[in-house]
């Protein structure tokens, strides 16, 4: 079935900004269908409100507006746009979600647009409950045994089948009492009549417990045609009870006989044939119990997931090109497979690796909330591994996910962990169970035991042991003969030991392993990822490090040497490993960039990255994609091979730039800012001479280790001040500290994380305005290429506050007076590429807080707000063009205001204040783009799923600080016709101002406080700084329920202007759309 | 741990260890690319004469169990992997791989960098390969192998296939009687048409036509099994004279004997299919079907009357002839496996074709 020539304009949903449980890995899947649908000749609409993404680029599609993914706008965008179809199944749950609600209000039938990919019914037959229940069992499918119950009579008999362990749920409770696990009659008795009794209608569901089963997944693909394929099967080592996405997982399936995978795989198919899902990529879930093998379906999600791009990066098989393509007619036969040219992509992709994926986790940035795993979803980023075999994935898999772990190791001494933290850790699935399995085997726990304790199957553990075990005779090896025999070292290579892991068992430094393995000819091979265990010739190049006799990636290079004349100048692009709170998608964009940009001018480009949710590791965005973590080791494997002419550090966030060094010294080429350079910023004092030389001023600061120093050097300084250890573990222990009571609080805090490293101390400049500038320089030349003003006051980390450009409230002369800093720094720091730039301003007294020589998170923002590929500039300035070469947007004159926000994650955590602070919280940003501010700043609420009233309550509580600055914003809330709640002591400043206003209590019984007010939906906006030392806690009770219950709570007083702003803008103008093209030519044409 | 060395034809050669059993074992070397169903794949009688590579590198995983054998012992003639599951984990299993191996005293290596094998297979094609834990020196295995008999002309269904007649009975009632010659047919066959209602009298590949008719069966199945269909000229005399008698179904041996004996030619195929997902097209329906495939040899559609016959399936991946079908005589076959064990199960419908083919067959004939 040829392409569909009845459609011709479709519209693409994009997933937003990233959050937690949808990330980057669906800007991988939009980007692939936007350019699929391109190469067919079809007109893309795009929408999607993050501008970090690859697929916001103005090349990928013709129309793209960075809008935000509400109902309404959508509707906008279709009235505008007139699309024949949407495709909503690439953008993650908002897309899906957003589709449904397109459909139920009735604006497809409207604008007669069809719904490609799944149809509504299909949606809803896969999502509601109910329906999917009904669907499994009409095929005959397994599902966890279930019944409601209305009295005990009823629960005593649906227990009686269900069996023990079970769970009860009673349906319709105040506060949501979440499900209780039963394990025995008794129990059951008192616990079904209690949710009996908190339901308010008296309906309780009992379900059949399969937590420590097995869990499995399978990625599906379906065409019109009603062929069916399994991508990847993928088996979680973690069982049943954590969330799939906060598992490690492997693939393919390790423990199910052929007869049993076959079996799953026809129910698969059943499956999504009685859902329905006409076209494109599904993914199933199902558990199998481990005593006897009965397998039931868990759920269905149908469109691509998570699990989709993890499945196309462990096969080489493009789900989301392909379910693009099927959903415009193309059947799977009709589809070249791109890995091999020669074979349809209607076949099954087998696999000669192992590939494993392990989440990675931020839970030092909430230290209030417990890094217990349970259901729902809590790991921001993940890194996947490819290894010959399930030990060497596993130990790189380990090392690439960057947390001081060099892969299975000895980071901590297990003879240290007591047997019950140790028993504790291993019940109780969390965070770092991993090295606590590795201590019980250290200390003789067998395989069984863990079996029993961590319903971990024996398999994993199995291999685990064997790591363990040959880590031991190593030792002991090296006990007898003070080295390791070449045969041992190749044992251990293959068994993915990495070379630090190896210099702590032979008592030598790296550098000594390294030699000594080279020197018996021990070094990493390549392989490629072929979608098929070699059986066709692969035309891509992607490769993996593994220790075996053959070398792919050598003999692709001699080949190429062999035909090729004037062989491509190579760069290597070093990019960001597994995402995390502070790096995660801008960083990836950047190196894309980088590779488009340097592809496009003939280099032949090499991506060196662990993370299989990006963009940068598509096979199609470099020339060549190295799948490895990114250590000193494993990137020097690469280079030895490839002998680039350039390596580029700054674009992948902190993970390479801590590389740079050791790079250098090794003799890799790194193109752009010098490493020196690099050192200039980072070291203090090196940085204080510098912005002395340059007449520039810099908060008072001071370097101190012990107590009594800190203390002083804070007394010297000034209260308040900015402290936090030299040595930090991802970015952790900020904080402002207002007296010497705190100072020694935190000191008291940090003592174990910075163990013995010294503390630093800034001058904290209350009521000063931050500005973050990124620039690109050539070493001669430099273009600033945004100015941003934040909205937040300094003391909120950048990453976390909201910014405007350009600035809206800062004089021409201290923008001029920035600009100028920002060019010296550049030229005095010898800039060759991005520099980022963060800048106090504290009346009209500006001072340099922090220089990055590097890309910043705010590339892809300003790249989008002026219309220049900023990063690809830089890319090309750094192998050698120059600035005056490029036409570079006069950004004086925009004619639009764009403004970022960020987006936080707080309703993950339970118990974590909401309050922002020094340390970075936010996983994702959107972008408001509008010609006023107002508008700019209402859309990028909007986006950020926080949308501003129209009308309605608004309840403000503020600190003493603010009140002064609070009662002219209650008038004009009050203006526009809200009616005010304020506690007591805000109420009374208000009074003294002439605003009425009504007086809620922050806590109490009845109706007349803030929180009864919250939970009945009386209030449409709070407003409310926290005081300066410490929190009170009726106030983060009530930010709390804010967040529960999704009402919009401002916690700045710069934060509450802005949104007035923006409801002013939105009740007198109302909004519009354009795109960015549009917006671009308007640009041009000015 | 045991040295042993794998050496090819050619004189390429991998170093491993091996498992206990020591000694020599020569064969045709050929990859397969399945990522479960390593039992299935020894027991199957068709690898007879062979070297198995598996191409994932984690092998015996979920170990061993009584149901998912496809003969009563280990047919490969070596066995070749990258790592060697020691411990495995699956509630129906019984033994462990390695220990099952040592039992069937196989010889097997492992530690071999099995892609760098199968690339080069893929290559220069199948060829003789000796595993020994005996002599470590390429030379002079190479030298040995030059002795070894190759796979082509060689009749190595005899090795394989039943002695004596006997009934495998069809599960619940008995709807059809088919005799089966049986050339190393895999027990799955067996079990799947039993499970349709079909009593299988299995009658070894020496019988001939007039005994086979004499059994008063609805219909004739031509069964799987090894090495060139081309040194089988009895099998394939007998096939000829039963063609039109009654109905047939064959399968990968099957088909190329009946490609023969319908007056066409088998050719050997570089590297062969072996694995559990090639694409196959039904050119009736359109649909297509991930099968299990293992065969060396294929049939040349060329070489056969088109008025007569026609090509039913074909594959996606090398257009190779995958199914015939008479336009005539009440004949089918494929040449990849329905049965599955291992592989997916989307070409049952086969099966259900082939009692279709007797039921009409009967009412014509009634």
Known sequence: MPKRTDIKKILLIGAGPIVIGQACEFDYSGTQACKALREEGFEIVLVNSNPATIMTDPEIAPHTYLEPLTVDFLELIIEKERPDAILPTLGGQTGLNLAVELWERGILEKYKVELLGAKYDVIKKAEDRKKFKESCLKVGLDLPKSSFAYNMEEAEAAVKDIGFPCIIRSSFTLGGIGGSIVYSQEEFEAKARRGIESSMIHEILIEESIEGWKEYELEVMRDRKDNVVIVCSIENLDPMGIHTGDSITVAPAQTLTDREYQQMRDQALKLIREIGVETGGSNIQFAVNPQNGRMVVIEMNP??????????????????????????????????????????????????????????????????????????MKSVGETMAIGRTFKEALQKGLRGLEIHHTGFDNAMDYRIVADEKMLLRLREPNASRIFYIKYALQKGMTVDELERITRIDRWFLAHMKQLVDFEREMIVEVELSRT??????????????????LAEIMDCSESAVRDLRKQHGIVATFKGVDTCAAEFEAYTPYFYSTYETEDEAVLRNQKIDREVKTPRRKIVILGGGPNRIGQGIEFDYCCCHAAFALRERGYETIMVNSNPETVSTDYDTSDRLYFEPLTFEDVMNILDIEKPDGVIVQFGGQTPLNLARRLCQAGAPIIGTSVDSIDVAENRERFAQLLNQLGIAQPRNATASSVAQVVAAALQVGYPVLVRPSYVLGGRAMRIVYDEESLLGFIDEVSDVSRGHPILIDKFLEDAMEVDVDAICDGKDVYVAGVMEHIENAGIHSGDSACVLPPHTLSESVIAEIKDYTCRLALALKVVGLLNIQFAVKGDKIYVLEVNPRASRTVPFVSKAIGAPLAKIAARIMVGEKLSSFSLPDIDHLGQVAVKECVLPFSRFSGVDIILGPEMKSTGEVMG?????????????????????????????????????????????????FKIFATKGTAKVLRSSGVASSILDKTGEGDNNILAMLQKNGIELVI??????????????????????????????????????????????????????AYYQKMSKA | MKDALLCLEDGTSFRGTALSTSGEAAGEAVFNTALSGYQEVLTDPSYAGQIVVMTYPLIGNYGVNFEDMESDRVHVRGFVVKEFCREHSNFRATESLVSYLDRHQIIAIEGVDTRALTRHLRVAGAMKAMISTTDLDPVSLKAKLALVPSMEGADWVRTVACQKAHIYKAVAKKMFKVVVIDCGIKLNILREMAALGIESYVVPPTTSAAEILAQQADGIFLSNGPGDPAALPYIVKTVRELIGKLPIFGICLGHQMLGLALG????????????????????????????SQNHGFCVDLKSLDKSQIEASHINLNDQTVEGLRHKKYPLFSVQYHPEAAPGPNDAKYLFTQFIQLMEKYKKDHA
């Open chain 1, 929 to 977: 783009l509008a010609p006023t501010f107002g508008a700019a700043f209402a859309k990028s609420q909007f986006a950020a799923n926080q949308g501003l009233p129209r009308k309605g309550s608004v309840f403000i509580s503020v600190n003493e600080h603010d009140k002064r600055n609070i009662a002219f914003m209650a008038k004009r809330l009050h203006d526009l016709g």
């Open chain 2, 264 to 291: 066409g030619r088998t050719y050997k195929l570089k590297f062969g299919h072996h694995g559990c997902n090639h694409p196959v097209k039904d050119l009736e329906s359109g649909r297509i079907g991930i099968t």
């Open chain 1, 303 to 376: 469109r691509v997931s998570r699990s989709s791009a993890l499945a196309s990066k462990a096969t080489g098989f493009p789900i989301a090109k392909f379910a693009a393509k099927l959903a415009v007619g193309y059947s799977l036969d009709e589809i070249r497979n791109d890995i091999t040219r020669e074979t349809p992509a209607s076949f099954e992709p087998v696999i000669d690796y192992c590939v494993i994926k392990i989440p990675r986790f931020t839970f030092e940035k909430f230290p209030e909330a417990k890094d217990v795993l349970g259901v729902q």
């Open chain 1, 1024 to 1077: 409310n700084t926290p005081s300066g030392k410490t929190s009170q806690s009726d106030m983060r009770k009530i930010r709390a329920a804010a967040i529960m219950h999704n009402i919009p709570c401002i916690t700045t007083l710069q934060g509450a202007w802005a949104a007035v702003h923006g409801i002013e803008s939105t009740l007198k103008e109302g909004f519009t759309v354009g795109s960015l093209q």
């Open chain 1, 484 to 501: 390791l025999a070449p045969r041992t070292l190749r044992k251990a290579k293959e068994w993915g030991f990495s070379d630090p892991q």
